[in-house]
Nanobody, 115 residues
C-alpha cells in the first residue's frame, strides 16, 4: 500500500482546507489512519487519528474543535477537514497507516496559512 496526501496550499488565517490521503496498490482495510505534521525546524507531531475497527477518533489539543478526521473505506481515502486555520498550522502534513505490524507513511502536502 502506498499513500499520497493532497489538498494543501496557501490559505488566509480563518479559512478552511480539506486534505485527502488516498491509498494505492492495495486497500487500507484494517489500518488505523492518522495525520501528522512537521513545521520548519520542528519534529513531526501527531494531529489526528481514526481507527479502522470503530472509527474512534483522537485529536491533539492544538487542533481539537477545529480539525476533523474521517475516512471513506470504499474509496480508500482518509480526510482531514481543517477549519479556522491559524498561521501556526503552517506545516507539511503527512498521513500514516498503522496495521498488520506495518507503519506506512505517505508523501506530505504543504499547508501555508498567512496572517
Amino acid at each position: 500500500v502506498q499513500l499520497q496526501a493532497s489538498g494543501g496550499g496557501l490559505v488566509q488565517a480563518g479559512n478552511s482546507l480539506r486534505l485527502s490521503c488516498a491509498a494505492s496498490g492495495g486497500t487500507f482495510s484494517g489500518y488505523d489512519m492518522g495525520w501528522f505534521r512537521q513545521a520548519p525546524g520542528n519534529g513531526r507531531e501527531f494531529v489526528a487519528s481514526i481507527n479502522w475497527s470503530d472509527r474512534n477518533t483522537r485529536y491533539s489539543d492544538f487542533v481539537k474543535g477545529r480539525f476533523f478526521i474521517s475516512r471513506d473505506n470504499a474509496k480508500n481515502t482518509v480526510y482531514l477537514q481543517m477549519n479556522s486555520l491559524k498561521p501556526e498550522d503552517t506545516a507539511v502534513y503527512y498521513c500514516r497507516a498503522l496495521g498488520y505490524g506495518k507503519v506506512i507513511w505517505g508523501k506530505g502536502t504543504l499547508v501555508t496559512v498567512s496572517s
